[in-house]
Every structure is written in C-alpha cells, then in structure tokens.
C-alpha cells in the first residue's frame, strides 16, 4: 500500500467549477500536512498547509481529517490557471526521517 | 535573496558516463534534501543531508548513487555509471533547521533533468 494515495485524475472542469481532490495517508503517526502544486516539467511549489481546524485561502480551503487519515484540497471559482497536478504531501516524525512523502499527484485541467 | 539554486538544468549523458548534479541551498541554510522524480511518477526521496554529514540516505540506491554536503560549495548528487532508467528530474530542496516547518515546508530548487542516452 502506498504511504500517500491520490486519484490520478485527470479532472477535466470548466472554468468557474468547483472541484475537490482527496488523499489518504497509511502512517497515523504523520505530524505536518501540505498541498503542493506542479505545473508541467516544473518543481513543486507549496499551495498551503493543513490543518485539523481546516484553513482556506482564497479559493482554496484544505481539510485534514486525522481519525480517517484523509486530506481533501477544494477549489471554487476555478480558473484556467488552476491547470496543474496537486500533490498531497505528509511528514512522518515519528520515523525519524527528516523528509516529506508525496503523492503521485492529481491532475487537474480547467477548460475555457 | 537567491532561493535554492540547482544547476545544470538539462544534462545530457551517454551510458556509463558519470553525471554531476549541483544543489546551493538558500542563504543561511545548512540542510540539504535530494529528490527524484520519474516520469509520470511522484517525488521520491533520495537523501537528507547537512554540512559535512548525510543524515538519511534510506533513499539512495544502494550502488551508483552519491551525494555530498561539504563544509564550503554546493551538495553534489553523483552519478555513476548511468543507465537509461536514471533518467529523470532530480530536485533539490534546503531548510535552515533540520525540523521542517509546518506552516512552510521547504522550498525546491528548479531542478536538474538529466537524460541518459
């Protein structure tokens, strides 16, 4: 079983859409939580942290459910600049690697 | 202030030729993360890595596969070697303290997309 699962997609939305993207995560020992974002042949950049109290920006609101082990990143308004894979990331303390774990990413494609 | 600076950004290499793939991490910062990405796939850590030590390596291939953080100059990612299965994106990323943070995780240099022909 993988330590990050994602859906692959690709989620194909028209602009204005709202989509959401969830992932699981198998150790429960995990600490922090973050959404990156990738544009194509491009490194990830962070899109924002996650919390169990939830946090939005903007268009973005991220939720982190730690008894289910699920992480969800919902977007309103979509814009054709959403284009992008998502990757859902975790960092595992108690294994004592000093490192992140990512997903393999959704994709995500808005149409005009 | 420059962020994580990897270079080359495309290096093509022959098989069996070594590949030399260079990190600067951000000003101030002392730790050092090497990760791969293969095609159609998702990021994969290599090694973590602080001035003068590799910390975890758990990461690495067991033959081929290097990397070193010295006291002055960039960490150094080798590759000996190479085979057409190390093609890849190899990314870079540093943090001032070996906690990563949990508001900002870390921030990735552009990469090095190493071919091998």
């Known amino acids: 079983r993988k330590e990050v699962e994602q859906d692959p997609g690709p989620f194909n939305v028209p602009e204005g859409a709202t989509v959401a993207f969830n992932c699981t995560y198998s150790?429960?020992?995990?600490?922090?939580f973050f959404w990156y974002r990738q544009d194509c042949r491009k490194e990830p950049k962070l899109l924002m942290s996650?919390?169990?109290s939830g946090n939005e920006d903007g268009r973005f609101t991220a939720q982190l459910n730690r008894a289910s082990q699920y992480i969800s990143l919902l977007i309103r308004d979509s814009k054709l600049s959403d284009s992008a894979t998502y990757l859902c990331v975790v960092n595992e303390l108690d294994t004592g690697r000093r490192a992140l774990t990512f997903g393999s990413g959704t994709r995500l494609q808005v149409q005009p | 202030n420059a962020g994580v600076m990897q270079n080359p950004r495309h290096l093509v290499r022959r098989r069996g030729q070594e590949a030399r793939l260079r990190c600067s991490p951000m000003?101030?910062?002392?730790?050092v993360y090497w990760y791969r990405q293969l095609p159609e796939e998702g990021l994969k850590f290599m090694v973590y890595l602080q001035k003068e030590n590799i910390i975890d390596e758990s990461g690495m291939p067991k033959e081929r596969f290097s990397a070193e953080f010295p006291k002055e100059g960039p960490s150094i990612l080798r590759i000996q070697q190479v085979v057409r299965g190390d093609s890849a994106a190899y990314f870079c990323?540093?943090?001032?303290?070996?906690?990563?943070?949990?508001?900002?995780?870390?921030?990735f240099g552009s990469g090095t997309r190493l071919t091998v022909v």
């Open positions: 000003k101030g910062h002392s730790h």
């Open positions: 150790n429960s020992a995990s600490q922090s």
């Open positions: 996650v919390y169990s």
């Open positions: 990323a540093s943090s001032p303290t070996q906690a990563i943070s949990r508001v900002d995780g870390y921030t």
